[in-house]
T-cell receptor, first 119, second 111 residues
Framework: EAGVAQSPRYKIIEKRQSVAFWCNPI?????LYWYQQILGQGPKLLIQ????????DSQLPKDRFSAERLKGVDSTLKIQPAKLEDSAVYLC?????????????????FGPGTRLTVT | QKEVEQDPGPLSVPEGAIVSLNCTYS??????FMWYRQYSRKGPELLMY????GNKEDGRFTAQVDKSSKYISLFIRDSQPSDSATYLC???????????FGTGTSLTVIP
């Protein structure tokens, strides 16, 4: 089974520039997450999609960050304009979602991340 | 107060040692408790998860949850150099909600 794919792996931009990240989740995974992991910290959820709908974007800085998941498969995360404090690894994760109710645990599978440096 | 607190370390142990990693949390609604391992420049990968309180063992790894104290632990027996990584605890109220991560503990196992 192929894992979560992300590109690019590394990106260096100057502040006030824009950048976009791409994620291809595991086939059949309806739930997709974007996390921000600043050096020395744990991942912080930015946005959660269920198919192509947003479930939770409460921690997404909407004045500069945007994300979409067209057709419920691939997703892109954009930052415009970037700030120095946006330097971080941006992780995409996906998860299978059962159609039945219940407490069964389905793990989140993470991609390798995109390391963004804003200078 | 952060939802999840984790000592960032770093932790350095000799090969073969028993390692204890811990997290505390404040949200009593958390029911699912996970441990992720993250190698340098890689995404986190799930090691173990526990539902509610109790212990769970998988090979050299044992996860413990004490909900009364809001405290979880991961024990690694007979540690190996390949265990050198950052270990992240994560928690969630249910399977559909977001995971709340600790800051991660950096572990180095010295041959």
């Amino acid at each position: 089974e192929a894992g979560v794919a992300q590109s690019p792996r590394y990106k260096i931009i100057e502040k006030r520039q824009s950048v976009a990240f791409w994620c291809n989740p595991i086939s059949g995974h309806a739930t997709l997450y974007w996390y921000q992991q600043i050096l020395g910290q744990g991942p912080k959820l930015l946005i959660q999609f269920q198919n192509n709908g947003v479930v939770d974007d409460s921690q997404l800085p909407k004045d500069r960050f945007s994300a979409e998941r067209l057709k419920g498969v691939d997703s892109t995360l954009k930052i415009q304009p970037a700030k120095l404090e946006d330097s971080a690894v941006y992780l995409c994760a996906s998860r299978y979602r059962s159609r039945t109710q219940g407490a069964k645990f389905y793990e989140q599978y993470f991609g390798p991340g995109t390391r963004l440096t804003v200078t | 107060q952060k939802e999840v607190e984790q000592d960032p370390g770093p932790l350095s142990v000799p090969e073969g040692a028993i390692v204890s990693l811990n997290c505390t949390y404040s949200n009593s609604a958390f029911q699912y408790f996970m441990w992720y391992r993250q190698y340098s420049r890689k995404g986190p990968e799930l090691l173990m998860y526990t539902y509610s309180s109790g212990n769970k063992e998988d090979g050299r790894f044992t996860a413990q949850v004490d909900k009364s104290s809001k405290y979880i632990s991961l024990f690694i027996r007979d540690s190996q150099p390949s265990d050198s990584a950052t270990y992240l605890c994560a928690m969630s109220p249910n399977t559909g909600n977001q995971f709340y991560f600790g800051t991660g503990t950096s572990l180095t196992v010295i041959p």
